[in-house]
């Protein structure tokens, strides 16, 4: 299981931290990823990161802005959100992939979480 934390209201230039918390998992042997899905959009990648946290990838809309790491000793992944923009405005999602390795592909994905709302102002 997997539960996100730590989403809410903020002004754009603002920052947040997500937070998702595993169980029930084998956490370091999987990759993690944060997902988001806006309104009347489908859901889309975020960031990723590997089973040991040494490699990470993002989608381009977010390079520079966002960071993704992870806490094996926690079974924790976050997302610290830098400078937000009001088309950050989404629900995000974390998920867990079996195979390790980072990826971008939603498939791969075989655990997600319920979601935490994050909305960003102008």
């Known amino acids: 299981q997997l539960e996100e934390s730590g989403g809410g209201v903020v002004q754009a230039g603002g920052s947040l931290r997500l937070s998702c918390a595993a169980s029930g998992l084998t956490f370091s042997s999987y990759a993690m990823g944060w997902f988001r899905q806006a309104p009347g959009k489908e859901r889309e990648f975020v960031a990723t990161i590997n089973w040991s946290g040494i490699s990470t990838d993002y989608a381009d809309s977010v390079k520079g802005r966002f960071t993704i790491s992870r806490d094996n000793a926690k079974n924790t992944v976050y997302l610290q959100m830098n400078n937000l923009k009001p088309d950050d405005t989404a629900v995000y999602y974390c998920?867990?992939?079996?195979?390790?390795?980072?990826?971008?592909?939603?498939?791969?994905?075989?655990?997600w979480g319920q979601g935490t709302r994050v909305a960003v102002s102008s």
């Open positions: 998920a867990a992939a079996g195979a390790g390795g980072k990826t971008k592909y939603q498939p791969a994905y075989t655990n």
